[in-house]
DNA sequence: GTTAAAGTCTAGTAATTTAGTCGGGTATTG
DNA sequence: CAATACCCGACTAAATTACTAGACTTTAAC
């Protein structure tokens, strides 16, 4: 029950790029760095969140990637679903290669991963990056005004 | 983000034992055979399970499962750990082998993961085996009423 | 126009996890 | 004592994951 790497890296990334983009195009390697994400890998997942629209690219010297769109509008869900598919507890809750049951309406143990799948999504349709990037701004602030360096750049290994 | 055929199995194998046990203990071939699931691979999920107390065996002739409860005690939430260990999107908010996060109280990302950890916690540690049973019943009543064949046999493949 | 910094694209592959199977036990009952 | 059923550990095939490698394209600055 474990997110994959695609989507727990993916949303580290959009977190970073949605810190780091007011100074322009943003290169993966400065990504790569900072997330401790092999750059390679992450040019992967910024490829098919190319597609989707949740990023923009700049090709070129000085090029690099933006958010597709302002970061009060890109909901984690998107991101989540762009890289690793529906979030679902099983398949047949998923609506992807949705292998339809044979009595779906009658069977219990699916209205239990309904319920599960729904509840999660509630919670990642309802957090955009701008609501992380704010969280992140007030717990930097708290920690200065304790004479706690920042650490801001150190993420979960999550 | 798929829970594996362990949970998955596990709560439909306990779910059919919670409907079946009235008559005594229920043989896993039976549970097998109706949730066409290998007895063996059942074997060893029950192994599991009754290490945890979730159900109790009858060794020899006539014998088989019983829930280790009553099915009202018995929270799905219990099942599913016990077979796929602490649900949660991430290791680091896992409790398991957890790998503290170098600043893990700055860590953004990790708010978010530990939000999606609660809210399936949440729903799956309100669910018993008796709310399954019930609810159940009901269908198999209202579609009696209108005068459909029982299907409850049959079970998502989910 | 050359060069260096960037993104783009496609394959391939090593490691890990999953989802079982297999074969042999041991306990209990009719 | 034979049938039934739980108990246990080792093994394995398939799938998925998490990358890596390398060739190519675009653009800015000199």
Same mark, same amino acid.
């Given at each position: 029950?474990?997110?994959? =790497?695609?989507?727990?890296?993916?949303? @580290?990334?959009m977190?970073?790029?949605?810190?780091?983009?007011?100074? !322009?195009?943003? +290169? *993966?390697?400065?990504?790569? !760095? @900072?997330?401790?994400?092999s750059?390679?890998?992450?040019?992967?997942?910024?490829?098919i969140?190319? $597609?989707? !629209?949740?990023? $923009?690219?700049?090709?070129?010297?000085?090029?690099?990637? *933006?958010?597709?769109?302002?970061? #009060?509008?890109?909901?984690?869900?998107?991101?989540?679903? =762009?890289?690793? !598919?529906?979030?679902? +507890?099983?398949?047949?809750?998923?609506?992807? #290669?949705? +292998?339809?049951? *044979?009595?779906?309406?009658?069977?219990? =143990?699916r209205?239990i991963?309904? $319920?599960?799948?729904?509840?999660?999504?509630?919670?990642? #349709?309802?957090? =955009?990056?701008? #609501?992380?990037?704010?969280?992140?701004?007030?717990?930097?602030?708290?920690?200065?005004? $304790?004479?706690?360096?920042?650490?801001?750049?150190?993420?979960?290994?999550?």
């Amino acid at each position: 029950m474990k997110l994959s =790497t695609r989507g727990r890296y993916g949303l @580290r990334a959009m977190f970073d790029l949605a810190m780091n983009q007011s100074q !322009g195009p943003v +290169p *993966l390697n400065e990504i790569a !760095g @900072r997330q401790n994400i092999s750059e390679s890998y992450l040019e992967q997942l910024f490829a098919i969140m190319r $597609k989707a !629209g949740l990023v $923009k690219s700049v090709r070129g010297a000085y090029g690099g990637y *933006l958010l597709g769109a302002p970061s #009060d509008k890109i909901y984690i869900g998107q991101i989540l679903r =762009t890289l690793e !598919g529906n979030i679902a +507890p099983a398949d047949c809750v998923s609506n992807e #290669d949705a +292998p339809e049951c *044979l009595d779906a309406d009658a069977c219990v =143990t699916r209205m239990i991963w309904e $319920k599960i799948r729904d509840s999660i999504n509630q919670v990642v #349709d309802s957090i =955009t990056l701008e #609501d992380m990037v704010r969280q992140q701004k007030k717990i930097d602030h708290e920690n200065y005004k $304790k004479g706690i360096e920042n650490n801001s750049a150190i993420q979960c290994n999550g």
